[in-house]
């Protein structure tokens, strides 16, 4: 069965401090994983796109990881803003349109 | 524990027909999201709602319409359908407040012919 799992489910940092939120993937076929950040009662805003043959990428002070072989994904944020307290919703693109939704990890940004 | 729930979860019309599709949040959820995912495209956002009033808009058309009820359901109302309508809704819930997790539905297949 196609699932995708986050990792920790919630989540509370400190201003100025980093974090790591973790994705586990069992989709096949793969085409791509999508880290969004949604804040509630807003649409979702995408944030890295990755394929198959990436590693690493980056926007701002968001990193995205993945690594094909053990179906993981993490996404690093760096010196957390409290801007960044939202849900962030990791989702695997299965063949050609496909979508399969984690359930999210929820980030408190505490000042 | 209960889920998203959405109805239909295949629906068939013809153009120029209306369609409404159905969707139950979480329990205790006060806001719902509806996007659109069309064939080889990226989900849309389309509107969301808090506490039955619209918190959002997207790339909702003028002629889709939606709303929260009292229970907290919603409903996303769809007329004069076109060709082009034909995609998998998704529908979302979450609790309001700064980072809380939203979680989503399987979507309803409306097909247009």
């Known amino acids: 069965k196609n699932q995708v799992e986050q990792s920790p489910q919630s989540l509370i940092i400190l201003e100025g401090k980093n974090c790591t939120l973790q994705?586990?993937?069992?989709?096949?076929?793969?085409?791509?994983l999508r880290w969004y950040k949604q804040d509630t009662g807003r649409g979702p805003v995408s944030l890295t796109i990755?394929?198959?043959?990436?590693n690493t990428k980056s926007n701002g002070r968001y990193t995205a990881t993945l690594d094909a072989d053990t179906k993981q994904s993490s996404l690093h944020i760096t010196a957390s803003q409290l801007s960044d307290s939202a849900s962030y919703i990791c989702v695997v693109v299965s063949g050609t349109y496909k979508y399969i939704f984690g359930t999210g990890t929820r980030l408190k940004v505490l000042a | 524990a209960a889920g998203v729930i959405q109805s239909p979860r295949h629906l068939i019309k013809e153009k120029r027909e209306t369609a409404t599709l159905k969707c139950y949040p979480i329990?205790?959820?006060?806001?719902v999201y509806w996007y659109q995912q069309g064939p080889g495209q990226d989900p849309q956002f389309l509107i969301s709602?808090?506490?039955?009033?619209?918190?959002d808009k997207g790339s909702i058309p003028d002629r889709f319409s939606a709303q929260q009820f009292s229970d907290y359901h919603s409903e996303l109302n769809m007329s004069s359908l076109e060709l082009g309508d034909s995609a998998l809704y998704f529908c979302?819930?979450?609790?309001?407040?700064?980072?809380?997790?939203?979680?989503f539905g399987e979507g309803s297949w409306l097909t247009v012919v």
């Open positions: 709602f808090y506490e039955k009033m619209q918190s």
């Open positions: 994705c586990n993937y069992t989709v096949s076929p793969f085409s791509n």
């Open positions: 990755m394929t198959f043959s990436e």
């Open positions: 979302a819930s979450s609790l309001a407040g700064a980072g809380n997790t939203i979680y």
């Open positions: 329990p205790r959820h006060d806001t």
